[in-house]
Nanobody, 125 residues
Framework: VQLQASGGGSVQAGGSLRLSCVAS????????MAWFRQAPGKEREFVAA????????YYADSVKGRFTISRDNAKNTVYLQMNNLKPEDTAVYYC???????????????????WGQGTQVTVSS
């Protein structure tokens, strides 16, 4: 499975963006999926994760209530809807996935083994 992320851009504070990540292959519904982000000079940090069916989600405290992760297994796609964006949300956003696990609630970057190429999100004040 390979991942291709898109949807980044530049917005003003308070604006919205929707990121998409399309997966190749036929086993997308066996993957736990997540979004991470990395700002300049900072470590990659967890944003949100979603279970195989999409029925369960998990968010970092910094984005809870503003971001929504979802997936469409028929389209092999995971989304990140980002509302009320803040300048501190500026980062490169990466989608990630892992299969063959029992626990979907994963927030460590080392717990995922496939990664998209990243898409830049810039929020100006």
């Amino acid at each position: 499975v390979q991942l291709q992320a898109s949807g980044g851009g530049s917005v003003q504070a308070g604006g919205s963006l929707r990121l998409s990540c399309v997966a190749s292959g036929r086993t997308f519904n066996t993957y736990v999926m997540a979004w991470f982000r990395q700002a300049p000079g900072k470590e990659r940090e967890f944003v949100a994760a979603i279970s195989w069916s999409g029925s369960s989600t998990y968010y970092a405290d910094s984005v809870k209530g503003r971001f929504t992760i979802s997936r469409d297994n028929a389209k092999n796609t995971v989304y990140l809807q980002m509302n009320n964006l803040k300048p501190e949300d500026t980062a490169v956003y990466y989608c990630a996935g892992v299969a063959g696990v029992h626990n979907w609630r994963r927030s460590g970057a080392d717990e995922y083994d496939i990664w998209g190429q990243g898409t830049q999100v810039t929020v100006s004040s």
